[in-house]
């Protein structure tokens, strides 16, 4: 069972864009999203995360956008540029007692940033 | 600092054959997690360990064992190697269970069974 779905799987932005990736979840115990960034050959690396108290936490350039009642979040790119060509991991946990070992990560989406 | 530092990068199994993924990190943080990563499938749990000598099951462990003999090492065994278990398998840890902790991965292991 897919606790959280991404899309799209990949993602094709001509620098200076905006990208933008979208997760859905279906438990509302989740309470703490993040999204992790992973570079080719790379671990996936934490970018930036929210909780659902916020509608929107903005860190540079990357921006997290969250809507509650739709039980959805998504990352969006400003400016996008072929640095930020990578493969892109929302995720979700539950608060409480939980450990990391709950950490649902949805599927990646690749993206890749054209000149 | 190295962080968390695995080996081999990359490594090519004959279906039956057994191996030990290694992983070791410098942090000095109590846990660690085991992942593996499939095309379109995101990132799975196969063991995680919340300190020395204290192991458990992630979300797919069947086919592999791990240990937990010292806070640094977290090791990971294949044994009867399948293809199905062909993926790239990342180590990480954390500092604290917390699921706020940020978690710290290693550069992964390619593995190929055939």
């Known amino acids: 069972q897919q606790q959280v779905k991404q899309s799209p799987q990949s993602l094709i932005v001509q620098k200076g864009g905006i990208s933008i990736i979208n997760c859905a979840y279906e438990?509302?115990?989740?309470?703490?999203f993040p999204w992790y960034q992973q570079f080719p050959g790379k671990g996936p690396a934490l970018l930036i995360a929210?909780?659902?108290?916020?509608s929107e936490k903005k860190e540079g350039r990357f921006t997290i956008s969250f809507n509650k009642s739709a039980k959805q979040f998504s990352l969006h790119i400003m400016d996008s540029q072929p640095g930020d060509s990578a493969t892109y991991f929302c995720?979700?946990?539950?608060?409480?007692?939980?450990?990391?070992?709950?950490?649902?990560f949805g599927t990646g989406t690749r993206l890749t940033i054209i000149p | 600092n190295a962080g968390v530092t695995q080996t081999p990068k990359f490594r090519i199994l004959k279906i039956g054959q057994s191996m030990t993924l290694q992983c070791t990190q410098d942090?000095?943080?109590?846990?660690m997690y085991w992942y593996r990563q499939d095309p379109g499938m995101g990132l799975k749990l196969i063991y995680y360990s919340v300190g020395a000598g204290i192991t458990d099951k992630g979300e797919v462990p069947n086919g592999y064992n791990v240990s937990r003999s010292t806070t640094e090492d977290f090791p990971l065994r294949l044994e009867l190697a399948a293809p199905s278990q062909t993926s790239v398998y990342f180590c990480?840890?954390?500092?604290?269970?917390?699921?706020?902790?940020?978690?710290?991965f290693g550069a992964g292991s390619r593995l190929t069974v055939l």
């Open positions: 929210i909780r659902p108290d916020v």
């Open positions: 942090m000095n943080h109590n846990y």
């Open positions: 438990n509302t115990a989740f309470d703490y």
């Open positions: 995720a979700a946990i539950k608060g409480g007692d939980f450990g990391n070992e709950k950490l649902t």
């Open positions: 990480a840890s954390s500092y604290s269970r917390s699921g706020a902790n940020v978690l710290t």
